[in-house]
């Protein structure tokens, strides 16, 4: 009964919105459009579609503001003004009571919260649609007092996702089977899309375990401070970490006063992008202001602070090699070098004609070259790339979605931050330069030292191997005299070869342990 509920509720947030509009106005069959024109009698719909569907996702609970916001990254999909409008969602919803989220503690702990935390603030400090933040102090196991961060877990938040994930997949099998434009959006892989990262986000232990990770690889690069997990306190429903203080990225006058240096902070913003995508492949997918500050203590001033790590986005080597090829491509404008990856990729048939996929591209790319962030959108520059990837037949990539997102916040920090700022030059000398560590000596000399091991077992066991080979073709039938003497042949030039470079092979492991010495 509570499922027929809460989908007669959600019918009814449909029709009171006016987003059955959204639907059945592009639906290629007849009598559908004519029921389009009843259903409007006697309902007020003045306000823009992308405004109405905003609220009706609002009104319909954290859930569905999750997936607006999932739904706002898939420009590739979605009409310009529908997108932009989802795009204003925020995390910010009401809290639920302190109570409830001092029972989750208590629950994840097994002891009461006052014996977890030596202070625990009642009030939170930050709530989302999936967690919510309180601010407390504890001792570790030093005895040192530590003032931290706890993130509780929505209640019962799994039973009615798993509820309204069900209602979303029907209602997008629906829109498949009734409108052909509906079958091009694919709603059923954006719901499962938004499934996963969903789940992923539920479970607060894999945040922690994001944000240890970044935590790693951003050591030494001294622009960016990640919060410590605290192990010992981290469970699916509640995770603790070291408490961090900064202001909100988007008080941009604020830090001008303290005397954070703006436009370097925006340059800064680029360089963490590219450096987590193209050289980590692991980056933090959720850079909304709200996840986002700036560190103003002397120690630390002007660094970034990055907050929830529920979604982060991931690159094989393939995708990192293929997108900077393409970035590079594009800063020096080679078009046709852009036009030749996607056919090489397969992300476009493989008959389509360079020279007018390179023409398309450039009608797009060429107009927003040399100028600052103020006179160009990024935004727009993807939504006409889109467009054009539909014309084009593009097979949209889904691990790519999550850094689409990124990028266009990327550019509403850097638009806030600094209109001035050139993202391409800007990006550029990054690029170029993780190319020529792709390819240029130290990739090699860092292969080199990753298979050693590997090698340097494997030697020893040569002489065996190619003995026992040796003895197999001497047991073949004389009818195959011929070809084991021809292979026996081979099979010396081979080992020759074999012996003399598995000799420099050593010999290059030695120099490697003298200069390994000598460091």
Request: net charge neutral.
């Amino acid at each position: 009964m509570s499922r027929l509920y809460r989908s007669l509720y959600i019918f009814w947030i449909v029709f009171r919105f006016g987003l059955d509009q959204l639907v059945l106005d592009g639906l290629d069959r007849p009598w559908l459009r004519g029921l389009t024109r009843v259903l409007r009698l006697g309902r007020k719909l003045e306000a823009p579609r992308g405004q109405r569907l905003r609220q009706a996702l609002e009104h319909l609970g954290p859930i569905f503001v999750k997936f607006g916001q999932v739904l706002s990254t898939r420009r590739d999909l979605l009409p310009s003004d529908i997108a932009n409008e989802l795009a204003l969602l925020q995390d910010r919803v009401p809290p639920f009571p302190s109570e409830v989220a001092v029972a989750t503690i208590e629950r994840a702990f097994g002891r009461p919260v006052d014996e977890v935390f030596t202070r625990f603030d009642r009030q939170p400090v930050a709530s989302a649609s999936i967690a919510q933040v309180h601010f407390a102090s504890l001792k570790t196991r030093e005895g040192l007092e530590r003032e931290v961060a706890v993130k509780v877990l929505r209640p019962n938040m799994l039973r009615v996702i798993e509820k309204d994930l069900s209602l979303m997949r029907m209602m997008a099998s629906w829109l498949e089977r009734l409108s052909a434009d509906g079958r091009r959006l694919k709603p059923r892989e954006v719901v499962g899309e938004f499934d996963k990262y969903l789940h992923d986000e539920l479970d607060l232990v894999r945040e922690a375990a994001n944000a240890a990770q970044l935590r790693r690889n951003m050591e030494g690069l001294n622009l960016v401070l990640i919060p410590e997990m605290l192990w010992d306190f981290c469970h699916t429903e509640v995770i603790v970490m070291e408490r961090m203080d900064g202001v909100p990225i988007n008080q941009v006058e604020r830090l001008r006063e303290a005397g954070v240096d703006i436009p370097q902070l925006a340059r800064d913003g680029v360089t963490l992008f590219f450096t987590q995508v193209f050289r980590d492949g692991f980056f933090h997918a959720d850079m909304h202001p709200g996840n986002i500050q700036v560190s103003l203590d002397p120690a630390t001033f002007g660094r970034y602070v990055s907050l929830d790590f529920g979604i982060v986005g991931t690159l094989t080597e393939f995708d990192k090699e293929y997108l900077a090829q393409n970035f590079t491509a594009f800063f020096r404008r080679d078009y046709k070098r852009v036009a030749e990856l996607h056919v090489e990729s397969g992300w476009v048939p493989a008959e389509t004609r360079i020279d007018e996929l390179e023409a398309a591209i450039r009608a797009v790319c060429e107009p927003y070259f040399d100028r600052p962030l103020k006179e160009i959108s990024l935004g727009m520059v993807l939504m006409r790339l889109f467009q054009t990837s539909r014309r084009f037949h593009v097979e949209i990539q889904p691990q790519l979605v999550l850094l689409q997102k990124t990028l266009l916040n990327i550019e509403g920090l850097g638009r806030q931050l600094d209109p001035d700022l050139d993202l391409w030059s800007t990006a550029k000398p990054f690029l170029e330069k993780w190319m020529m560590d792709q390819v240029g000596p130290q990739k090699l000399w860092a292969q080199l030292k990753s298979e050693a091991p590997r090698y340097a077992k494997l030697l020893p066991e040569l002489p065996r191997l190619v003995h026992d080979f040796l003895r197999h073709r001497q047991s073949a039938p004389p009818t195959d005299l011929q070809r084991l003497i021809e292979a026996q042949t081979r099979t010396q030039r081979l080992l020759f070869r074999i012996l003399w470079g598995g000799l420099g092979f050593i010999l290059g492991l030695i120099a490697m342990q003298v200069v390994f010495q000598i460091q």
